[in-house]
C-alpha cells in the first residue's frame, strides 16, 4: 500500500480543493461547539436578555393560531408561533406553489444578507437529524432542500438559508430559516411559521446565546384588537402574572426529543379530581400550534361525564366537528361553569379561562360546545392545545427542563391607542341591567372598557365606554372588583349590541366562572 502525500501521482489540484472543503466543514465544526458551550455557560447566569414583543389571535388572517410579527432581511412577516414545530419558514420568491398571504412575499433577491445554505453544512446535517429529510448532496451541493409537514397535511418545501432576523429589541445575524418554494395548507394569510420547539434549529435553540433557551408567552383572546406577548429570555419582571409561577418537569422522550412533553397527573372539575393514568404513561404534550385540546378517549369521557353531570339541566345542541358534548344557552340569563383545572407534577395547574373551556360555534350561545375532544385511540399523545391556554403566561425553561404556569392579566391598546383594564374571568355573579330592567345579555366575547375616570382603588368609582361593537351611547357603570360587587348598569338602548359582550372581573380562587345571558 502506498501513502499518499503531495509526491503521490495524485493531481494538486484536486487534492488542494479537498483541504479545502475540510477546513471549510472543520470551521464549521469549530463553530458548532463554541455555540454548545457559550449556551451551556449562559444557562448557568443568573441575568440574561430577554425582549417581549405583542403577540395575536390570527383570525384576522383566517387561522384559529397565534401570530407575531419579525423582520426577516428588512421585511417585516406576520407568522404563525408554533411550539410543536422546529424550523422557521416563509414563502419566498420565486414560488412555484404559494397560497395568498396578506403581506408581500419575501423576495431574496433584494436582500444584501441573504445566503443560501449549502449541501454539506452543519445547518444541513442539523435538518436532516432533526427532521428525517434525506438529502441528495450530490444532485445540487449548492443547495440543502428541506420538506417539512403538519398532523394536518398542510406542508412547506424550500430550501435552507440564513437572514438578519430582528425580533423585539434585539436581532440574530445568520438566522437559519426556510425559504418556502412550494407551501400548501391551513395557513391562513400568514406569511410563513415561526418554530419554537427544542430542536438546534429552533429559534429558541438559535437564540439561546441570547436568552438563555428561555421563552414565555400570554395567549389573548380571540377577539380583534386583543394583544398578548411572546417574551424571549427569563426576566421575569416583565411578565404580568397575578399568581405565583408553579413549574413542572419536562418529560424526556428520546423518540419526541424535540417537543415538550408534560406529566399530566389529573383534572379537576368544578373541584372534582379526576386521575389521568393513561397519560402519565406517554406524557402530554403542549402546543400552541394545536387548538382544541385532546384527551385519551378514557379520559375524555371521564371529563365529558363529569362536566355534564354538574352541568345539567341545559337543553343539548347539535355536535360540531370533533366537538360532541354542545349546549343551547341562548335563552338563559345566567349560567354557572364548572371550573376546569389541568395538575401536572409539582404542583403545577393550568387553569383554563372561561374562555376556553366553551367553543362558541354561534355568537348567540345557540351552540356552546365543550372545548375538548377525545383522540381515536388510548396510546395516541394527547395534546393541550391554545384555546385552553389562553389568559396564562406559561413559561418554557429548555435550560432546567421545565414549564411554568401562571394566571395573568394585561393592559393593551384599543381604538385611538387608548389603554384598557383586562381582568380575569369573573367567579362571581354578575348583573346587567337595561333600561332599569333586567335584560338578556350574550356574554360570548370580551368586554373591551376604557377607564374614562376615577383611579383603580378599591372603592373608586368608574365609567366605561363599550369598544368597538356598541354604539357611542352605550355606556357601562358600575363598580371595580372587590368593592362590594360588580354591578353593572347598560345604558344604551341596543341590546343587540351588547350581545357580543363579556364582563371580565376578578377571578376567586374558588367557586364557578359565572357568564351573563
Not at 3 to 17: G, P, V
Not at 69 to 74: A, D, F, S
Not at 368 to 377: E, G, H, N, R, V
Amino acid at each position: 500500500m502506498k501513502h499518499r502525500d503531495f509526491c503521490s501521482r495524485k493531481n494538486r489540484h484536486e487534492i488542494n480543493k479537498s483541504l479545502q472543503e475540510r477546513v471549510i466543514l472543520d470551521n464549521d465544526q469549530v463553530q458548532l461547539l463554541q455555540y454548545r458551550m457559550k449556551s451551556l455557560i449562559l444557562g448557568e447566569l443568573q441575568t440574561l436578555s430577554s425582549t417581549q414583543m405583542p403577540l395575536s389571535s390570527g383570525m384576522r388572517l383566517e387561522i384559529l393560531n397565534y401570530v407575531i410579527t419579525m423582520t426577516l432581511g428588512g421585511e417585516n412577516m406576520t407568522v404563525i408561533v408554533d411550539t410543536g414545530s422546529d424550523l422557521t419558514w416563509v414563502q419566498c420568491k420565486p414560488c412555484s406553489l404559494c397560497y395568498n398571504q396578506l403581506e408581500p412575499i419575501f423576495n431574496p433577491a433584494t436582500s444584501l444578507s441573504y445566503q443560501s445554505v449549502t449541501c454539506n453544512s452543519i445547518a444541513c446535517r442539523l435538518l436532516q437529524e432533526t427532521s428525517g429529510n434525506q438529502v441528495a448532496c450530490d444532485f445540487n451541493p449548492s443547495a440543502c432542500n428541506y420538506y417539512v409537514s403538519y398532523g394536518d397535511g398542510s406542508y412547506s418545501r424550500g430550501e435552507l438559508a440564513t437572514e438578519r432576523l430582528d425580533i423585539g429589541n434585539s436581532h440574530v445575524d445568520k438566522f437559519v430559516f426556510g425559504c418556502g418554494r412550494s407551501n400548501k395548507g391551513l395557513f391562513g394569510s400568514a406569511s410563513g411559521l415561526m418554530g419554537l420547539g427544542k430542536s438546534n434549529l429552533s429559534l429558541i435553540s438559535q437564540t439561546s446565546e441570547l436568552y438563555g433557551g428561555v421563552f414565555s408567552y400570554c395567549l389573548p383572546s380571540t377577539d380583534e384588537g386583543k394583544s398578548g406577548s411572546l417574551t424571549l429570555g427569563g426576566n421575569t419582571s416583565v411578565y404580568r402574572n397575578t399568581t405565583p409561577i408553579f413549574y413542572t418537569r419536562m418529560v424526556q422522550n428520546p423518540q419526541l426529543s424535540s417537543f415538550y412533553m408534560l406529566n399530566l397527573t389529573g383534572i379537576g372539575v368544578g373541584g372534582v379530581h379526576l386521575y389521568t393514568s393513561s397519560v402519565q404513561q406517554n406524557g402530554i404534550l403542549i402546543d400552541s400550534g394545536t387548538v382544541i385540546t385532546r384527551l385519551p378517549p378514557s379520559i375524555y369521557r371521564a371529563l365529558k361525564a363529569e362536566f355534564v353531570k354538574q352541568f345539567s339541566g341545559f337543553p343539548s345542541a347539535p355536535s360540531f366537528s370533533i366537538l360532541d358534548t354542545c349546549f343551547d344557552l341562548s335563552s338563559y340569563k345566567e349560567v354557572r361553569i364548572p371550573t376546569v383545572k389541568l395538575q401536572f407534577e409539582g404542583n403545577a395547574e393550568l387553569n383554563v379561562d372561561a374562555n376556553g373551556v366553551f367553543y362558541l360555534v354561534k355568537y348567540d350561545a345557540s351552540q356552546a360546545c365543550l372545548a375538548f375532544a377525545s383522540l381515536a385511540y388510548e396510546d395516541e399523545i394527547a395534546i393541550i392545545g391554545n384555546y385552553q391556554q389562553k389568559n396564562s403566561r406559561i413559561v418554557y425553561d429548555t435550560k432546567l427542563s421545565q414549564v411554568g404556569f401562571a394566571e395573568e392579566e394585561w393592559e393593551q391598546p384599543l381604538l385611538g391607542g387608548r389603554t384598557t383594564r383586562r381582568w380575569s374571568t369573573v367567579a362571581a355573579p354578575v348583573v346587567v341591567w337595561g333600561g332599569g330592567q333586567q335584560e338578556s345579555v350574550w356574554a360570548g366575547a370580551e368586554l373591551n372598557v376604557q377607564l374614562l375616570h376615577g383611579s383603580s382603588s378599591a372603592g373608586a368609582g368608574w365609567r366605561a365606554e363599550l369598544l368597538p361593537s356598541a354604539p357611542a351611547s352605550a355606556v357601562v357603570a358600575g363598580r371595580l372588583p372587590g368593592c362590594g360587587g360588580q354591578l353593572l348598569r347598560w345604558l344604551g338602548s341596543d341590546m343587540a349590541a351588547a350581545a357580543a359582550v363579556t364582563w371580565l372581573g376578578s377571578k376567586l380562587s374558588h367557586g364557578s366562572p359565572v357568564f351573563q345571558f
